[in-house]
Nanobody, 116 residues
């Protein structure tokens, strides 16, 4: 059974930092591309950042230079360090896992609220 469990969300003031973590089980973690997506109220879910099995990263333009994604293949965890947070970053953040064969999994999400 695949499980992606996010943690680290919360309330922070603008300019502050948060670190999100996602613990994965039931997958061959090291082979999968891992990612973070977010969905703000009334908006579609959007890509925040991804990291491939080889460690290549990709970021949404809106978070470049502020967010950093990383993975630990020994602990089966992916993290998202978020700095210089803005009210526009307020959203539910979802952990995503995608296998080389196209299987895709989602966590249940963690809420990040940035106050102005």
């Amino acid at each position: 059974q695949v499980q992606l469990v996010e943690s680290g969300g919360g309330l922070v003031q603008a300019g502050g930092s948060l670190r999100l973590s996602c613990a994965a089980s039931g997958i061959i973690f090291s082979r999968n591309t891992m990612g973070w997506y977010r969905q703000a109220p009334g908006k579609q879910r959007e890509l925040v950042a991804t990291i491939t099995s080889a460690g290549f990263t990709n970021y949404a333009e809106s978070v470049k230079g502020r967010f950093a994604i990383s993975r630990d293949n020994y602990k089966n965890m992916v993290s998202l360090q978020m700095n210089s947070l803005e009210p526009e970053d307020t959203a539910v953040y979802y952990c995503n896992s995608r296998s080389p064969y196209g299987m895709e999994y989602w966590g249940e999400g963690t809420l990040v609220t940035v106050s102005s």
